[in-house]
T-cell receptor, first 114, second 112 residues
Framework: ETGVTQTPRHLVMGMTNKKSLKCEQH?????MYWYKQSAKKPLELMFV???????ENNSVPSRFSPECPNSSHLFLHLHTLQPEDSALYLC?????????????FGPGTRLTVT | QKEVEQDPGPLSVPEGAIVSLNCTYS??????FMWYRQYSRKGPELLMY????GNKEDGRFTAQVDKSSKYISLFIRDSQPSDSATYLC????????????FGTGTRLKVLA
C-alpha cells in the first residue's frame, strides 16, 4: 500500500447505527487530518492530529469522535448521525515542522446516512 | 466575505485549448498556495505548490501567484479530456497553522 488509504470506500448507515472510518498513511508523516466534503462547499477541516495529539477540533458535533492511536492510523467513530452528515469524508496527512509542507489526501469514504 | 473565492463552473473547453482557473483571497497572511485536482469519486491530488509570488511551471501546468492583487491562477496548456476534473485551490499562512483554506473548486470539462 502506498500513500493514504481509507476504508471503507462507501458506507450507508442508519441514524441509530455506530460505525467507524479508518485511515492509514504510508508516507512517514506526523500529522493527520479529517475533512468533510459536501457538494458545492469548500473542504471543511474537522480534526487535526499532530504527533498523535489532537491540535484542532473545528467545532465538530460530538456525534463524530476521532481517534489517533499512532502517527500512521486515524479513525473517525460515528454514532447517531443525521442525514445532513452525508458527504465524502477525506483523510489527509502531512509532515509538520518542515518550512513547507503539503497535505496528501486519501480517496475518501462516501457516507450516506438514511 | 469568504476567505477564498473560486468560480464553481462548470467550465467547458475544446481539446487543445488553454485553460485558466483562478482564485481570489482576502487574507494577506497567506504565503503558500496549492492547486489540487479531484476526479469524480476520488480524493484531491496535489498538482502544484508555490510559495509567495511568482510563477511555477510543471509540464503543461503553470501556477501563478500575484500577492499584490490577492489572485492566483492555474493555466493548463494543450488541455486533454483526461484533464476533466474539479480543480481546488488551497492556501495557508506560515505561522504554526495546520489550517489550509480551500476554494469550492472549479469543475472543468475538456471536450474531445
Amino acid at each position: 500500500e502506498t500513500g493514504v488509504t481509507q476504508t471503507p470506500r462507501h458506507l450507508v448507515m442508519g441514524m441509530t447505527n455506530k460505525k467507524s472510518l479508518k485511515c492509514e498513511q504510508h508516507l512517514g508523516h506526523n500529522a493527520m487530518y479529517w475533512y468533510k466534503q459536501s457538494a458545492k462547499k469548500p473542504l471543511e477541516l474537522m480534526f487535526v492530529y499532530n504527533f498523535k495529539e489532537q491540535t484542532e477540533n473545528n467545532s465538530v458535533p460530538s456525534r463524530f469522535s476521532p481517534e489517533c492511536p499512532n502517527s500512521s492510523h486515524l479513525f473517525l467513530h460515528l454514532h447517531t448521525l443525521q442525514p445532513e452528515d452525508s458527504a465524502l469524508y477525506l483523510c489527509a496527512s502531512s509532515q509538520e515542522g518542515q518550512p513547507d509542507y503539503e497535505q496528501y489526501f486519501g480517496p475518501g469514504t462516501r457516507l450516506t446516512v438514511t | 466575505q469568504k476567505e477564498v473565492e473560486q468560480d464553481p463552473g462548470p467550465l467547458s473547453v475544446p481539446e487543445g485549448a488553454i485553460v485558466s482557473l483562478n482564485c481570489t483571497y482576502s487574507n494577506s497572511a497567506f504565503q503558500y498556495f496549492m492547486w489540487y485536482r479531484q476526479y469524480s469519486r476520488k480524493g484531491p491530488e496535489l498538482l502544484m505548490y508555490t510559495y509567495s509570488s511568482g510563477n511555477k511551471e510543471d509540464g503543461r501546468f503553470t501556477a501563478q501567484v500575484d500577492k499584490s492583487s490577492k489572485y492566483i491562477s492555474l493555466f493548463i496548456r494543450d488541455s486533454q479530456p483526461s484533464d476533466s476534473a474539479t480543480y481546488l485551490c488551497a492556501m495557508r499562512g506560515t505561522s504554526g497553522t495546520y489550517k489550509y483554506i480551500f476554494g469550492t473548486g472549479t469543475r472543468l470539462k475538456v471536450l474531445a
